[in-house]
């Protein structure tokens, strides 16, 4: 079974009336490769704030790498874009 390297559990998100987000789920598996693609206004920068810890999360849940957003999860987010290493 392949490691899970980005989780969002019914994750929504709304600026006071306006709803972005609503119980989005995504998973991606360690070495896949994904796209966000949509229209203005899909909420692809929505869920990209969400994971980098730009915007507040109230509800749902991302787990980074096997961390829930919160204490670790920021040296999860630095390991980001680097190769890595197997010795």
Same mark, same amino acid.
């Given at each position: 079974?392949? @490691?899970?390297? #980005? ?8 600026? $006071? =009336? ?9 998973? &991606?598996? =360690? $070495?896949? &490769?994904? +796209?966000? &693609?949509? @229209?203005?206004?899909? $909420?692809?920068?929505? &869920?990209? =704030?969400?994971?980098? +810890? /730009?915007?507040? #999360? ?5 787990? /980074?790498l096997g961390q829930? =957003? +919160? ?5 999860? /987010?630095?390991?980001i874009g680097k ?5």
């Open positions: 079974m392949a @490691e899970t390297a #980005l989780s969002l559990r019914n994750v929504s998100k709304s600026f $006071g =009336r306006f709803q972005a987000l609503s119980d989005v789920n995504l998973t &991606i598996h =360690r $070495g896949d &490769i994904y +796209g966000l &693609i949509g @229209e203005n206004g899909a $909420g692809k920068s929505t &869920i990209m =704030r969400l994971v980098t +810890g /730009l915007s507040p #999360l109230k509800d749902g849940k991302i787990t /980074l829930d =957003r +919160g204490a670790g999860y920021q040296k999860r /987010l630095a390991s190769p890595l290493i197997n010795h």
